[in-house]
Nanobody
Framework: VQLVESGGGLVQPGGSLRLSCATS????????WGWYRQSPGKQRELVAT???????NYTDSVKGRFTISRDNAKYTVYLQMNSLKPEDTAVYYC????????WGQGTQVTVSS
């Protein structure tokens, strides 16, 4: 299974980005998926999750700013990021919450003026 993240880039504080994670589709719809991020010198952290029933959960630092969604027909997970802050700068990854696949290359998000 291959995970391909895209949509990152350089954005000013207060800006928005929409990340996408394309998967191979193997049993995509029955699993919970998550977006993770890792900054230099820090451990990878779980940012948002979405269950098979589309229930969502967010880490406190992104609540009200980020929205995770999924398109089962396209085997794709999304992360809409609004009101971005410099501390959101990181490489963002997606993966299954349980029984994770090998990690993809991630997509770099840089928030800077």
């Amino acid at each position: 299974v291959q995970l391909v993240e895209s949509g990152g880039g350089l954005v000013q504080p207060g800006g928005s980005l929409r990340l996408s994670c394309a998967t191979s589709g193997m049993a995509f719809s029955i699993y919970a998926w998550g977006w993770y991020r890792q900054s230099p010198g820090k451990q990878r952290e779980l940012v948002a999750t979405i269950t098979s029933g589309r229930s969502t959960n967010y880490t406190d630092s992104v609540k009200g700013r980020f929205t995770i969604s999924r398109d089962n027909a396209k085997y794709t997970v999304y992360l809409q990021m609004n009101s971005l802050k410099p501390e959101d700068t990181a490489v963002y990854y997606c993966n299954r919450v349980s029984r994770p696949y090998p990690w993809g290359q991630g997509t770099q998000v840089t928030v800077s003026s």
